[in-house]
């Protein structure tokens, strides 16, 4: 039987078939899914974020639904709405394309907030309810999220309570030379545009497996060296002069989360500083607010994360 490590190898040999040039990228939203966590991810348009999710999504062998945000956008579009079943004399639910395992929520921040808010209670609860009765989502259910970091114009920014719940914040950038050489190769071969099952992208895990994972990863103990390690950094940040608001509680139970599934996935039985440290700014990035002198000052939330790093002891 194959390690997680070799699993995720296999995961993300399956993702280059397609996308080209993201590969900590794609072992970010690997974590994520692997985790059970939300990732919202924010770049230029044309960096390759929905077809990456998609790919994942063949990848890992799970259902998969994508929602294009738009202004009129309702929540009935999004959770579905009750019919009335002539037949039975009752009503039942069409459901929406959120009774999926992996939803893409693309451009979210183009939907007004009452919308975006039905995709609250699904981050956070797994269910949705309609018409006072609540309805369980799939056990594997995920949220992928994308948004536009340039166009602002006719957006609505998603509230601190939203933006909680995603466990990464992951900045898309534009590929390397050789990386954009060659997805234009492959352009001329009319490869782009295609489905990922038409490229050779073929399933790594079921359901199944995906269950065991979770529970693999479940099942590390973070040594208490770490743990205190974490709980230091997260503390750092209510304390900057940096920062307005810093990192809940909340916060730390991610950041140790997202350090036990990548240690899983590095092929280690244990988490190491090494870990934490690379999370940091994806975990932490999205849940602090800097104040108005450092936005002045032109200090960004990586910059003063990283200096919080530096700044703290790192256990043996």
């Given at each position: 039987?194959?390690t997680?490590?070799?699993i995720?190898?296999?995961?993300?040999?399956?993702?280059?078939?397609?996308?080209?040039?993201?590969?900590?990228l794609?072992?970010?939203?690997?974590?994520?899914?692997?985790?059970?966590?939300?990732?919202?991810?924010?770049?230029?348009?044309?960096?390759?974020?929905?077809?990456?999710?998609?790919?994942?999504?063949?990848?890992?062998?799970?259902?998969?639904?994508?929602?294009?945000?738009t202004?009129?956008?309702?929540?009935?579009?999004?959770i579905?709405t009750?019919?009335?079943?002539?037949?039975?004399?009752?009503?039942?639910?069409?459901?929406?394309?959120?009774?999926?395992?992996f939803l893409?929520a693309?451009?979210?921040?183009?939907?007004?907030?009452?919308?975006?808010?039905?995709?609250?209670?699904?981050?956070?609860?797994?269910?949705?309810?309609?018409?006072?009765?609540?309805?369980?989502?799939?056990?594997?259910?995920v949220?992928?999220?994308?948004?536009?970091?340039?166009?602002?114009?006719?957006?609505?920014?998603?509230?601190e309570?939203?933006?909680?719940?995603?466990?990464?914040?992951?900045?898309?950038?534009?590929?390397?030379?050789?990386?954009?050489?060659?997805?234009?190769?492959?352009?001329?071969?009319?490869?782009?545009?295609?489905?990922?099952?038409?490229?050779?992208?073929?399933?790594v895990?079921?359901?199944?497996?995906?269950?065991?994972?979770?529970?693999?990863?479940?099942?590390?103990?973070?040594?208490?060296?770490?743990?205190?390690?974490?709980?230091t950094?997260?503390?750092?940040?209510?304390?900057?002069p940096?920062?307005?608001?810093?990192?809940?509680?909340?916060?730390?139970?991610?950041?140790?989360?997202?350090?036990?599934?990548?240690?899983?996935?590095?092929?280690?039985e244990?988490?190491?500083?090494?870990?934490?440290k690379?999370?940091?700014?994806?975990?932490?990035?999205?849940?602090?607010?800097?104040t108005?002198?450092?936005?002045?000052?032109?200090?960004?939330?990586?910059?003063?994360?990283?200096?919080?790093?530096?700044?703290?002891?790192?256990?043996?």
């Open positions: 039987m194959a997680i490590y070799e995720k190898q296999r995961i993300l040999d399956e993702v280059k078939k397609v996308v080209v040039g993201q590969d900590q794609a072992e970010f939203c690997i974590v994520s899914v692997l985790c059970g966590g939300h990732v919202l991810l924010e770049g230029p348009p044309g960096t390759g974020k929905t077809m990456l999710m998609r790919t994942l999504s063949c990848a890992l062998g799970i259902q998969f639904n994508r929602i294009q945000f202004p009129d956008l309702m929540p009935s579009d999004i579905g009750n019919i009335f079943n002539f037949q039975s004399n009752e009503f039942v639910l069409r459901q929406g394309p959120i009774f999926t395992q893409l693309d451009e979210i921040n183009r939907t007004p907030p009452k919308t975006q808010s039905a995709l609250l209670e699904a981050m956070q609860e797994g269910s949705v309810t309609l018409d006072g009765k609540s309805y369980p989502l799939s056990k594997l259910f949220v992928a999220a994308t948004q536009n970091p340039i166009e602002q114009e006719g957006t609505y920014p998603l509230p309570a939203q933006l909680d719940r995603f466990l990464f914040k992951l900045k898309v950038d534009y590929p390397a030379e050789e990386a954009e050489v060659d997805m234009v190769k492959r352009h001329q071969q009319g490869s782009i545009g295609m489905k990922p099952q038409d490229m050779g992208v073929a399933p895990l079921n359901e199944a497996t995906i269950v065991a994972i979770r529970q693999k990863i479940n099942s590390i103990t973070v040594a208490d060296n770490i743990v205190e390690y974490i709980v950094i997260i503390r750092k940040t209510r304390k900057s940096f920062i307005l608001y810093g990192a809940s509680p909340r916060a730390a139970l991610m950041l140790t989360s997202g350090a036990r599934a990548f240690a899983v996935l590095q092929g280690r244990y988490v190491i500083p090494d870990d934490v690379l999370l940091v700014s994806p975990v932490l990035g999205h849940r602090i607010i800097l108005p002198n450092a936005q002045i000052e032109g200090i960004g939330v990586e910059k003063v994360l990283n200096d919080i790093v530096s700044e703290t002891k790192v256990p043996r």
